[in-house]
Nanobody, 127 residues
Framework: QVQLVESGGGLVQAGDSLRLSCAAS????????MGWFRQAPGKERECVAA????????YYADSVKDRFTISRDNAKNTGYLQMNSLKSADTAAYYC????????????????????WGQGSQVTVSS
């Protein structure tokens, strides 16, 4: 089992930056990849970014490319999502998730491929 705890959400203005953190504990040695997903009211959950724990592969949704950066600190078992130039459209609950096996690059952005989920962190961007 892997436990994920997120932090760093909040209320900001358009154009501001936020960094979300996701601290992993438990069987962290088994983690293959970490993803960040978001869900706005009335919308489906979408993957905004994902990274393999080795750092060899990353994925970004088109809507966040060049604004968001995903990273991880293996020594701290922590993943990060740096969000710059935030827009009102980025308002959502953000979730980190981890998968513990290599299923291929396609599955990095598929929610059903993830085995563990954090509790969610609200990001609200006012315009």
């Amino acid at each position: 089992q892997v436990q994920l705890v997120e932090s760093g959400g909040g209320l900001v203005q358009a154009g501001d930056s936020l960094r979300l953190s996701c601290a992993a504990s438990g069987r962290t040695f088994s983690m293959y990849a970490m993803g960040w997903f978001r869900q706005a009211p009335g919308k489906e959950r979408e993957c905004v970014a994902a990274i393999t724990w080795s750092g060899g592969s990353t994925y970004y949704a088109d809507s966040v490319k060049d604004r968001f950066t995903i990273s991880r600190d293996n020594a701290k078992n922590t993943g990060y999502l740096q969000m710059n130039s935030l827009k009102s459209a980025d308002t959502a609950a953000y979730y980190c998730a981890a998968q513990d096996r290599n299923q291929g690059s396609f599955w990095l952005r598929q929610a059903r491929a993830y085995d563990y989920w954090g509790q969610g962190s609200q990001v609200t961007v006012s315009s």
